[in-house]
């Protein structure tokens, strides 16, 4: 091999492996639009309006900043913080908030989790998926208990499912 063609492939591998390092330097990825974010925070309030609740609602993007917040006019001060909370704590985790609640009771290996900051182990915290990616989170405060939080936030997700798939 000459001279010159070893300088020729030393060059075209430098500006190989600057193209792979410059394709894993830039992610890509799904989230939700504003516009989505709010018709999937209207189902869900309009759920639970449904089952005779009000709530406040949250929907969080998939690093946990909120996105919508609708709270109902009778809904309690604090089922603001609560939702926004429990949105936040199912994206952080991409896990549902009962699921975190069941595997993080005291004297579990998870049971510091509890005592993270801003973190709302109750249920009414879901995750928002399609196509296999995280989108965000919806969380939900207000009704008599986390199971019909959670229900509602189930319910709402259902409604925009078809928007979800893209």
Not at 139 to 166: T, W
Request: with cysteine; aromatic share 4%; charged share 15%.
């Amino acid at each position: 091999m000459t001279v010159r063609n070893l300088l020729a492939a030393t060059a075209i591998s430098s500006l190989l492996a600057s193209a792979a390092a410059a394709q894993e330097a830039i992610v890509t990825y799904k989230s939700l639009s504003p516009e989505l974010a709010l018709d999937l925070a209207r189902a869900t309030l309009a759920d639970c309006r449904k089952r005779g609740f009000q709530v406040t609602v949250a929907v969080v993007d998939r690093f946990g900043v909120t996105q919508v917040l609708l709270r109902d006019r009778f809904a309690g001060p604090h089922t603001v913080s609560t939702a926004s909370g429990k949105a936040w704590t199912a994206a952080s985790f991409r896990t549902s908030t009962t699921e975190l609640n069941a595997i993080s009771q005291p004297g579990m290996m998870q049971a510091g989790i509890r005592n993270l900051p801003g973190a709302v182990i109750v249920g009414g915290g879901v995750t928002v998926e399609a196509a296999g990616s995280l989108l965000g989170a919806v969380g939900v405060s207000g009704a008599p208990g986390g199971d019909a939080d959670e229900a509602c936030a189930k319910a709402g997700i259902d409604a925009v499912r078809d928007k979800l798939d893209f």
